[in-house]
């Protein structure tokens, strides 16, 4: 019997079959898979009960089980969304046309608020993460640790009074209550980071002839930015459940301040309209949040 397979120099075998991905690069296709099959599950179960309880929301308003006045129906929360990015008349039959609400469309007000939250949120970033690397790291965490606990303790609504007292009812004060909000998580989150360097690692770089700088930046850092993150996360999450508190007085424009005004006046499909875009926004600041920290830190949980 003769061998009839020729070697074409193609990468053909008997019988001019191409090769079938072998190894590595197969596991990894089926792990790619595995991965996008999991992730249109989830989506797929958000989306299912997203739906559900639109459904429950609709029929418990539908059959009034509850007033209006405390919760509205999803298609006058809709309307109370429409008109708040919208010109319309201020009143029916009325040829006074407004602009949204309070003169700022919907969108504006959360565009101030985010500002509000992003310069916030940024001063805890830039206080907090030296702060915690000098309280790891030396002997200002024994010093400076109760006064850091004490701050993360009180609820931010505390501050409101005085901040107000000190800065006005400016933005500057709204500033302020975002950065207390969010400045403790990010510090604590460092030092807990800084705690957690390995020593041996350290001690292999000082051996090698490293600086302090040299260690902090090549070891502390990398070490510690995995925690620095987290803590970016919760803070951020402190500073959305604040803003509302931040701008009760003279918060407008500003989604907090909206959906506080608007609750003044028993406008509860407004009130409604602004928590859920208040819950959206938040939702989409964290995602965004989670692929930053795994483009920054992509060997988290990996052995």
């Known amino acids: 019997m003769t061998d009839t397979s020729v070697d074409t120099g193609a990468g053909t075998t008997a019988g001019g079959r191409a090769p079938q991905p072998t190894g590595g690069n197969g596991a990894a296709a089926l ?30 308003t539908r059959l009034e089980l509850v007033r209006p006045l405390y919760l509205p129906s999803p298609g006058a929360v809709w309307d109370a969304f429409v008109t708040a990015n919208t010109d319309h008349p201020v009143s029916e039959g009325s040829d006074r046309i407004v602009r949204g609400e309070q003169n700022y469309y919907l969108w504006e007000h959360l565009v101030a608020s985010l500002q509000r939250i992003a310069i916030g949120v940024a001063a805890g970033v830039v206080v907090g993460v030296p702060l915690g690397l000098l309280m790891g790291t030396t002997w200002l965490g024994v010093l400076l640790e109760p006064y850091l606990n004490f701050v993360r303790s009180l609820p931010p609504l505390a501050y409101v009074g005085l901040l107000i007292a000190w800065f006005g009812i400016g933005d500057t004060s709204k500033i302020w209550l975002l950065f207390l909000a969010a400045f403790p998580p990010i510090a604590v989150a460092t030092i807990s980071g ?42 951020v999450g402190f500073a959305w459940t604040t803003v509302v508190a931040a701008e009760i007085d003279n918060g407008i424009p500003g989604i907090g301040g909206l ?20 819950g959206f926004a938040a939702i989409a600041l964290d995602l965004g949040l989670k692929y930053l920290e795994r483009a920054l830190v992509p060997w988290r949980g990996k052995a």
């Open 31 to 60: 792990e790619r898979r595995a991965k996008r099959a999991q992730r249109l599950r989830r989506l797929g179960l958000h989306t299912a009960s997203l739906v559900g309880l639109i459904l429950v929301w609709w029929l418990v």
């Open 194 to 235: 800084v705690k957690g360097v390995r020593e041996d690692q350290v001690n292999a770089v000082l051996t090698l002839g490293a600086s302090r700088r040299q260690t902090l930046t090549t070891v502390v850092l990398p070490s510690t930015l995995p925690e620095v993150l987290t803590g970016l996360r919760v803070g």
């Open 259 to 278: 959906a506080y005004l608007a609750g003044g006046q028993l406008r509860t499909d407004l009130v409604i309209a602004c928590i859920i875009v208040i």
